[in-house]
């Protein structure tokens, strides 16, 4: 069942981690705040933004993309610091958006796999593929 997020939460989060998202990934996450894709037949869990409005809300976004990220950036796991964690595959492989090289305030608009057998990085398609196409807000 999804739970929309409220704007202000999406953008608390970009402000502290300095990068807006991709507008499909954004649109998908104000909408459902969570859920699931299928990506090349591998299903993956979506982390969702921290929500603080309730007691209830925050019990439900407790495994957040910030709280995921931080763990796996300070685990030892080598998982990429130009990254941040969006989803899990339940197998210990993540999905994740990239720091823009071109536009330091945006993440790229692809998306990523670190797997955690070899800590290889994959290409896995782009944002608007997976969510949805919106454009640029």
Same mark, same amino acid.
């Given at each position: 069942m999804p739970f929309p997020l409220?704007?202000?939460?999406?953008?608390?989060?970009?402000?502290?981690?300095?990068? =807006?998202?991709?507008?499909?990934?954004?649109?998908?996450? %104000? =909408?459902?705040?969570?859920?699931?894709?299928?990506?090349?037949g591998e299903h993956w869990h979506l982390f969702p933004v921290e929500n603080r409005e309730s007691?209830?809300?925050?019990? =439900?976004?407790?495994?957040?993309? %910030?709280?995921?990220?931080?763990? %796996?950036?300070?685990?030892?796991?080598?998982?990429?610091?130009?990254a941040v964690a969006i989803g899990e595959n339940g197998s210990g492989d993540y999905l994740f958006l990239r720091f823009s090289e071109v536009d330091e305030a945006c993440y790229r608009s692809d998306l990523w796999i670190w797997r955690l057998r070899g800590g290889r990085?994959?290409?896995?398609? =782009?944002?608007?593929?997976?969510?949805?196409?919106v454009g640029w807000e």
């Open positions: 409220p704007e202000d939460q999406m953008t608390a989060l970009e402000l502290e981690l300095g990068r =807006r998202f991709p507008s499909a990934y954004r649109v998908k996450m %104000l =909408r459902e705040n969570g859920g699931s894709v299928v990506i090349a007691r209830k809300h925050i019990s =439900r976004t407790c495994n957040h993309v %910030l709280k995921e990220s931080r763990l %796996l950036w300070s685990g030892g796991l080598q998982f990429p610091e130009f990085v994959e290409p896995s398609g =782009r944002v608007d593929e997976v969510f949805g196409t």
